[in-house]
């Protein structure tokens, strides 16, 4: 087990606490009632699934069920950092 630190709550939770939700800072397209089913099929279901360092979109599922992303090692399972929606990581990850 480890520890997930809630940036909204303030505190370190058991990771029970939390759940994972895909590929962070995904970006919506413009224009969504002009795309392509298939632009859309890759917007809605396509996601990097890299081998190290990734960001991620997490929720605090039983605590304050606010969404925040996490950069995290996929190999080490070692979490870098924590930040709230909307602002920028600082560890860089996989491209």
Not at 20 to 34: E, I, M, T, V
Not at 49 to 56: D, F, M, V
Not at 63 to 78: A, L, P
Request: aromatic share 12%; charged share 30%; glycine share 6%.
């Amino acid at each position: 087990m480890f520890y997930i630190y809630c940036p909204h709550c303030g505190e370190h939770r058991e990771e029970e606490e939390f759940h994972a939700k895909g590929q962070a800072h995904l970006a919506r397209p413009l224009d969504p009632d002009n795309c392509t089913d298939h632009e859309w099929g890759e917007y809605l279901y396509m996601r990097k699934n890299p081998r190290g360092l990734h960001h991620e979109l997490w929720i605090h599922a039983t605590g304050c069920r606010k969404f925040f992303n996490m950069t995290r090692d996929t190999v080490s399972y070692e979490i870098k950092e924590v930040y709230k929606i909307g602002e920028r990581p600082t560890v860089v990850a996989a491209s």
